[in-house]
């Protein structure tokens, strides 16, 4: 009973509805709104893998998972169970079902990497020969089609030659009495065919009445004439009928003996859509898989591991922000350690406390569900037992509950409730209150329950000093037996816990003394002050009853405890403050390293346009002195002087223009030796700087330096000392050749010499054809086409293949050539 209030104070079934608005069928969304809450860990992992698995296939599907054609055929298949007749709507409703079940299990199967998805369908069965066998015989509008059967089809030809004589009959008769006739028109009444006659002339076409107008003046008669035409077409009627509820009939029979096996379809599918839905809900929430954290890690032999949701929002303010124009949400940060056992939440009245409890019970059932949970990676929870809590005004003037009565009457369920419940962990015993008798020393630790235990304004409704000693004790005792309570409370003793007991955690929804409203920030490790006085002085009470409220409050001891608490939140945004100035400076040494970093490749840019320049200028130079020297050769070839002169001239200017060329110089070779260490001062011609070496170069050759602000990391080759020298570079193994791989075997070529078709005989017959064509192929891959049937054949064939030894294996052929109803066998 405590189970169900909490779902319904955490306002669980609007989640489900929420939920139900994704899946993709009926039967998805009536089960996302009946969510059960799994009662053990293994059914929440499965769920969840279901989840993950379904969120990565769809980000690979272009369209997401499809679930065209299932319906619900659940009634269909009670009905033909019990001997009923399913309609042709219906049968296509089947049809449909089977078809959109075996291409969701197509789908699934043509993708890697889902072990449960896969596991999921592997005994789905979708019964195409059943589904074809409907489509034979019901056409799309849901009707018995010719098709069916010989006999309905000679009965239907019958109908239409009798219509044809009885609309012939009664042609002649209107254009023979056109007079009498009220419009030239054939119509029908019942299954008889009539024609509209005035009423004072009826005498003038004798026959049957079967209707008149709602004046009068018109009468629907069936003339004499065609009176046997029509019996013998109502016996036709009655003959088609009679067939078509054979087929009927027989279709339902096929449907009724394969029920438990489309009942097993059904809910595969519900399954599948919803997991689809939880998948495709997270997604829009933007959240992310829970870890479920062991509370016994101890035991294990493992670390234990804290409660950790950061950035958790609630997810019904998430919807109502979205579609109902809400305001935004705040996020909170919940990191609960391992030791901690109860967390005291404290603040104003409206500053979000109860929405934590709130949020907190969800995010714990989504996680148990199978849902991601509305939080910023990594999200880690426990998995608890139950979830139980206490929230909200409970008054009942039919009961004569008060609210104090209220909140007594379901935290005494919570406590049955524990009982119930519990673990073999160790409980952590209450160190303000130790344990002197040697009885009791002997006596084992209580088991603890593992349970969320949620209390909105615990110990509240009565005496201010009877309720605190209240909490004070539930608080306690729910420490011994229980692995988590979260309370939100006003008493300053309950803040005090923590100080006592380091079972106990405070927390406090953060208050701003300057605008004097609530901020709906989650604060740990410092309790909070109601600030009534000064949310009643905001509100507009009388200034004067509000300033000898705060005189009264200075007069008694707490208000010693709310200026320290007043100082540690000072603290706390000093702290703050300090870390915005820090995340500052550390943009701004990011914006720098960015702006030197452009420097550097400015002036990298820099150096080779001026070399570039360089360049153009010498070689300018040598075309000007070469054709200086052009000159002075034709001078001379024109003299008596010989060409010697000539040729030697033109040397000297090729060596003048090796030395004054950049690009054509030799670079200067290196002074070996040189390794630079730790607190030396090195040069880096690239970038023109000078640095300080801080570490020593690694196996890659690279260390890290510093000059002004600046770190960088480079390599021994950028490097050089301050007298020229370059780095010694280190001398790296080279790679071992990989092998070739050997070339690809040839493919095997389908032909009617290696194909084998069985379809339509025996096992028996079939071995033995199989045996010849095995014999007649020595080598290579045979196709054996056995087509689809009941599968006899094909396991048959199978088995033979098996045992043959000249088969080195065999597998199904690819959908393009047959898929399941041709088989490949290799043999060697």
Request: aromatic share 4%; proline share 6%; glycine share 6%.
């Amino acid at each position: 009973m405590i189970q169900s209030e909490t779902l319904e104070l955490l306002e669980w079934s609007r989640l489900c509805q929420h939920l139900a608005t994704f899946a993709a069928t009926k039967l998805g969304s009536a089960a996302a709104q009946r969510l059960k809450i799994p009662t053990t860990i293994e059914h929440s992992l499965t769920l969840l893998a279901q989840t993950q698995e379904v969120y990565e296939l769809e980000s690979q599907l272009p369209s997401g998972l499809s679930f065209e054609g299932v319906q619900d055929i659940g009634e269909s298949l009670d009905r033909a169970e019990l001997q009923g007749l399913l309609g042709g709507v219906e049968l296509l409703a089947i049809a449909t079902t089977l078809s959109g079940a075996r291409q969701l299990r197509r789908v699934i199967d043509n993708q890697p990497d889902l072990p449960v998805l896969k596991a999921l369908v592997a005994d789905l069965r979708t019964y195409p020969e059943l589904e074809q066998e409907i489509h034979r015989c019901i056409d799309e509008r849901g009707r018995v089609a010719d098709r069916a059967s010989s006999k309905l089809e000679e009965i239907r030809e019958k109908l239409r030659q009798q219509r044809d004589r009885i609309y012939s009959l009664l042609q002649r008769i209107l254009q023979r009495q056109a007079n009498a006739v009220q419009e030239p028109l054939i119509t029908q009444r019942g299954d008889r065919f009539v024609i509209p006659v005035k009423a004072p002339q009826k005498d003038a076409i004798p026959g049957i009445v079967h209707d008149a107008s709602s004046s009068g003046a018109t009468l629907y008669v069936e003339p004499n004439s065609i009176v046997s035409l029509g019996n013998q077409m109502r016996q036709l009627i009655r003959q088609e009928k009679t067939e078509e509820e054979a087929i009927f009939r027989a279709l339902t029979e096929q449907v009724a003996a394969v029920k438990p096996d489309l009942e097993r379809l059904l809910a595969i599918a519900t399954t599948l859509d919803l997991a689809t839905a939880r998948a495709r809900y997270s997604l829009w929430l933007e959240a992310n898989p829970p870890r479920f954290i062991p509370f016994n890690a101890a035991e294990a032999g493992q670390a234990p591991e804290p409660t950790v949701l950061r950035q958790l929002r609630h997810p019904l303010l998430v919807w109502q922000q979205h579609h109902e124009q809400g305001s935004a949400v705040v996020p909170i940060d919940l990191v609960i350690q391992p030791r901690i056992r109860v967390v005291a939440i404290t603040g104003p009245n409206t500053g979000g406390k109860t929405v934590t409890l709130k949020t907190l019970g969800l995010a714990a059932l989504m996680a148990k569900v199978g849902l991601f949970v509305p939080a910023r990676e990594p999200v880690e929870i426990p998995w608890f037992d139950q979830i139980l809590a206490d929230i909200g005004d409970e008054q009942s003037l039919e009961q004569s509950l008060s609210t104090f009565s209220g909140h007594i009457r379901r935290i005494s369920r919570i406590l049955a409730a524990l009982d119930t419940s519990t673990t073999d962990l160790p409980s952590h015993e209450d160190v303000s209150e130790p344990i002197e008798t040697a009885t009791d020393s002997s006596t084992p630790p209580p088991p603890l329950s593992n349970t969320l235990v949620l209390l909105d304004e615990v110990g509240a409704g009565t005496d201010p000093s009877e309720g605190s000693a209240l909490a004070i004790a539930l608080l306690r005792h729910l420490a011994d037996h229980n692995l988590l309570t979260v309370a939100t409370t006003h008493f300053g003793e309950l803040k005090a816990l923590k100080y006592q007991d380091d079972r106990f955690e405070n927390a406090s929804v953060e208050f701003d003394d300057v605008s004097l409203s609530p901020t709906y920030r989650l604060l740990w490790g410092i309790p909070g002050r109601s600030n009534a006085l000064a949310i009643a002085r905001r509100l507009g009470l009388n200034s004067d009853i509000v300033t000898k409220a705060e005189r009264q409050v200075g007069a008694g001891s707490s208000e010693d405890v709310n200026q320290v608490i007043a100082g540690l939140e000072a603290q706390r945004r000093q702290q703050e403050q300090k870390a915005k100035e820090a995340a500052q400076l550390v943009q701004q040494a990011e914006r720098l390293h960015q702006q030197v970093s452009r420097k550097a490749t400015l002036l990298q840019e820099r150096e080779r346009e001026l070399q570039q320049q360089q360049e153009q200028v010498v070689q300018q130079a040598i075309a000007e002195a070469k054709a200086e020297i052009a000159s002075v050769i034709r001078r001379l070839q024109r003299s008596n002087v010989t060409a010697q002169a000539a040729q030697q001239a033109t040397e000297h200017l090729n060596q003048i223009a090796e030395q004054q060329l950049p690009s054509r110089r030799q670079p200067a070779k290196p002074k070996p030796g040189f390794r630079p260490q730790v607190g030396d001062r090195v040069r880096i011609p690239r970038l023109g700087q000078t640095a300080e070496v801080i570490t020593n170069p690694d196996e890659d050759g690279e260390l890290t330096v510093r000059f002004g602000l600046m770190k960088m990391t480079v390599s021994l080759a950028d490097l050089e000392s301050l007298q020229g020298e370059k780095a010694e570079l280190p001398a790296k193994p080279k790679p071992a050749p990989e092998p070739a791989p050997p070339p690809p075997p040839a493919p095997t070529v389908r032909t009617s010499s290696n194909t084998v078709d069985l379809r339509g005989k025996r096992v028996v017959e079939s071995e033995a054809e199989l045996e010849e064509a095995i014999v007649s192929a020595q080598s290579g891959a045979l196709w054996i086409i056995h087509g689809h049937g009941t599968g006899k054949l094909r396991q048959g064939v199978h088995e033979f293949l098996k045992r043959h030894p000249q088969v080195a294996r065999f597998e199904l052929a690819e959908q393009a050539e047959g898929g399941s109803g041709v088989t490949i066998a290799y043999l060697e």
